[in-house]
């Protein structure tokens, strides 16, 4: 019997729909894509799940939950010379074997990888997250200042600013930026003819003319000194008082991140 012209490809589109739902599902999970290079590399020596197979040996015994994350993922990344268990290193991406690993966890029936426990990273590691996040977030502070080449140019970069000013020094600039205006970033103010005012950092300074840099950092914007009403110097910092604002903890946060660039 032949089957009608068309029904394959249906079929096929239904399998192709329920494998990517699936696959969306075990994503979601966040085991699935290594669940799934399990079954196909390791499961042949290992077994389904995890229990150990002639050509290898059990994942779930107590010598293999003895093994801290790293370890685990050594050995696979690795093998064990001399043994079956040969390098999966270029197999493999990281990331893969991250999830492969993660995914031997939960066969030993524990949550998956945790490398943040690592000792490694400082204990005040979520400081500095939590610092980094408000100043690229709420504090603004990323608008006007980068680190690691990332930011805006308004504001001095701060890479090794801690090195720089100290405690004393980071606390009054944060606390009163006017106070001692960093050398480069003083600003001018301008009254246009139309009472428009401009502030901003300048250079070119000469007798005809002065560049202002927007506020955006991007531009720098000539005007010549016939043509405004005014034109001063400002004694007061570009930068604004927003730390002052912050709560007690946040402003701990923000400075255990300044401290660790
Ligand atoms: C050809 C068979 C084979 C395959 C395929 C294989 N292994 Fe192995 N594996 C072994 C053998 C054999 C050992 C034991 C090595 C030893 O004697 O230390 C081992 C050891 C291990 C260990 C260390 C266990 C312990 O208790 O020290 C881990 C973890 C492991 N394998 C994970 C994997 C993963 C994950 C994969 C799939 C990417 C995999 N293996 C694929 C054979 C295999
Ligand atoms: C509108 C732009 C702007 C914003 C927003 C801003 N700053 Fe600034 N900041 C500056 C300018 C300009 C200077 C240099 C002038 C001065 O010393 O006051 C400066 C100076 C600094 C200094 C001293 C740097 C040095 O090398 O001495 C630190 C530290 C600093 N800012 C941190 C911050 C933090 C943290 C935030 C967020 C809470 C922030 N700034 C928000 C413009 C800004």
Redesign the pocket.
């Known amino acids: 019997m032949t089957r009608p012209k068309g029904i394959d490809s249906v079929l096929l589109r239904i399998i192709a729909t329920v494998s990517v739902s699936m696959l969306t599902m075990f994503a979601n999970a966040g085991v699935g894509e290594g669940q799934e290079?399990?079954d196909s590399?390791?499961q042949?020596?290992?077994g389904g799940l995890g229990e150990g197979q002639t050509?290898?040996?059990?994942?779930t015994?107590t010598?293999?939950n003895r093994?801290t994350d790293e370890e685990?993922i050594a050995?696979?990344t690795d093998g064990?010379e001399g043994?079956?268990?040969?390098a999966?290193r270029s197999?493999?991406t990281e990331t893969e074997i991250f999830d492969?690993?993660a995914y031997?966890r939960i066969l030993q029936g524990r949550d998956g990888i945790n490398l943040f426990d690592d000792k490694t990273v400082p204990s005040d590691g979520g400081e500095v997250l939590a610092g980094e996040q408000l100043f690229n977030g709420k504090a603004g502070c990323v608008t006007c200042h980068s680190y690691k080449d990332q930011g805006g140019n308004v504001g001095p970069e701060l890479d090794g600013v801690f090195g720089r000013l100290g405690d004393r020094g980071l606390n009054r600039a944060l606390l009163n930026p006017s106070a001692s205006i960093v050398v480069g970033y003083e600003a001018k103010e301008i009254v246009q003819e139309d009472g428009t005012l401009i502030r901003g950092r300048y250079r070119n300074d000469t007798d005809l003319a002065v560049q202002i840099q927007s506020k955006d950092g991007r531009r720098w914007v000539t005007y010549f000194k016939d043509r405004v009403q005014s034109l001063v110097d400002s004694n007061e910092s570009l930068m604004p008082d927003v730390y002052a604002t912050l709560g007690a903890a946040e402003q701990e946060q923000l400075m255990t991140f300044l401290k660790s660039l």
Do not use: E, N, P, Q
């Open positions: 290079l399990y590399y390791c042949i020596c290992h050509m290898g040996k059990a994942l015994d010598v293999a093994l685990l050995v696979i064990r043994t079956g268990m040969t999966w197999s493999f492969i690993a031997v």
